[in-house]
């Protein structure tokens, strides 16, 4: 467990948890909870694994890091706000898309060749494509429905790369 680890768990719960309105008060709480367990697992894994080691599990911040992340987030705020006055059905399938190319470049030009990297991003891709494409042809009133499945798959796939890593090392510790 590292803390690329805790940032996935972070922002797949956070996904889940402002996107899965769609499932109505009691579906949006019930996922909301699910989300925030996957989140406290992996947290608890985290712990565990560097208690005692004085390892805080980072990672190099080198500069091509530093490049990749300011990028990112000015596309992800620069065009979550352009969009939202726009276009608001492409706003999250926007954030998905961004998020999922961050990671093809981590792999590319970070921790050249990482597989989980370039699994995550490509999927993450995806997701944010085919939702876009839903929503070019439905249109504004398309974005509810659009941040539901772009939001809440990207906080599934975040959190389903985590989770289980999570759950491998409380089962082995």
Same mark, same amino acid.
């Given at each position: 467990?590292?803390?690329?680890?805790?940032?996935?768990?972070?922002?797949?719960?956070?996904?889940?948890?402002?996107?899965?309105?769609?499932?109505?008060?009691?579906?949006?709480?019930? /996922?909301?909870?699910?989300?925030?367990?996957?989140?406290?697992?992996?947290?608890?894994? *985290? +712990?565990?694994? +560097?208690?005692?080691?004085?390892?805080?599990?980072?990672?190099?911040?080198?500069?091509? *890091?530093?490049?990749?992340?300011?990028?990112?987030?000015?596309?992800?705020?620069?065009? /979550?706000?352009?969009?939202?006055?726009?276009?608001?059905?492409?706003?999250?399938?926007?954030?998905?898309?961004?998020?999922?190319?961050?990671?093809?470049?981590? /792999? +590319?030009?970070?921790?050249?060749?990482? #597989?989980?990297?370039?699994?995550?991003?490509?999927?993450?891709?995806?997701?944010?494509?085919? #939702?876009?494409?839903?929503?070019?042809?439905?249109?504004?009133?398309?974005?509810?429905? /659009?941040?539901?499945?772009?939001?809440?798959?990207?906080?599934?796939?975040?959190?389903?790369?985590?989770?289980?890593?999570?759950?491998?090392?409380?089962?082995?510790?």
């Amino acid at each position: 467990m590292d803390v690329g680890d805790l940032v996935g768990a972070f922002f797949g719960t956070l996904f889940v948890v402002l996107n899965a309105g769609l499932l109505g008060p009691v579906g949006h709480v019930v /996922a909301a909870l699910v989300a925030l367990a996957c989140g406290v697992t992996v947290v608890v894994a *985290y +712990r565990r694994a +560097r208690r005692g080691t004085g390892d805080a599990g980072m990672f190099p911040l080198t500069r091509s *890091y530093r490049l990749i992340v300011t990028v990112e987030v000015v596309a992800l705020f620069g065009g /979550a706000i352009l969009l939202g006055r726009l276009a608001p059905q492409f706003s999250v399938p926007w954030v998905v898309l961004v998020v999922g190319v961050h990671f093809l470049a981590l /792999a +590319r030009w970070w921790l050249v060749g990482a #597989r989980p990297f370039l699994v995550l991003g490509a999927v993450l891709t995806v997701v944010a494509l085919a #939702r876009a494409a839903v929503a070019a042809v439905g249109g504004p009133a398309s974005a509810p429905t /659009a941040a539901f499945v772009a939001g809440v798959g990207a906080g599934v796939v975040m959190l389903g790369g985590t989770t289980p890593r999570a759950i491998r090392s409380l089962r082995g510790a």
